[in-house]
């Protein structure tokens, strides 16, 4: 196997695949418009659509143009086949373990439709988080340049460990490695010092703002990323309309604009910038060109509901059902 380029960060041989481990989930958007209204009806427009930062980051990386794109998660016996057919759909070769017991994860996305479509999420991880050591084989970095892993899978201890094999894994092969810290809120009961500590060896972190001030205690975002980059050596901070800042030895080296867009569901946005982030990356491009097509994939995830790129003429993929079925 051919080792990606050393600790930097930066840019990857071409020719290899990215490896995505991390959650798949079954997201239900309620889409509504203004407060709701305890106690009684609140009118919405919902459908049930596949999702999990993790599957979306890989399905984006796919439809931006990575060569390979495979992904690794655990899901629930009760929607395998539905989420193996959408992420094939999206291009990505998906390992998808059947968890016995667990159903799969979901998400109850709730959108308010006002001019910031901003989302609230109820997430039940299912099986998502019971991903583990035992689900994980070394084999799965062969031909792999580049190791992404979502940061949902540092909020339980399953997948905990497993992200310390998965680590350990990668750096005897000098495959980088990537993360996503994923949930300002999980990361709050989680622990700025404890993640810091869990993701040491991570050479690509991406957190949003919210994210990078809660790691660091900092107010500012530039001050954020910078400070991060001390210990981390590249980081980039997603900060959706400002668009987003890249920063390497505790200094911030670029500021790349957002592309202006009209959103109607900012679910998955992140996860859209990551995955493009990264396929420009294994493509070869530098951080500052990687992070301006993150911004371009993030304003084209905004301007549709679910957190998955759109596919031409697959029937049903991404489009999802009312009422929150699941097809089988």
Known sequence: MTGAGGTTGAVSPRGGALLVVGDVITDVVARHRGPLAPGTDTAAAVRTVPGG???NVACWAARSGSAEVRFLGRVGADAVAWHERELAACGVSARLVVDPEAPTGTVICLVDTGAAAERTFLTDSGASLRLGPGDWSDALLDGVVRLHLSGYLLFSEPSRALVAVALAAARARAVPVSLDPASAGFLEELGAGRFLTL???????LPSRDEACLLTGRSDAAAAAAELSRSIPLVVVKQGADGALVARSGAVTAHVPAVPTTPRDTTGAGDAFTGAFLAALVGGADPETAARAGCAAGARAVERVGGRPPVPGWPGAG?????GRVPG
């Open 53 to 55: 930062a993790g599957a």
């Open 199 to 205: 993701v040491d060896g991570v050479e690509v972190l």
């Open 319 to 323: 489009a999802g059902l009312t009422r």
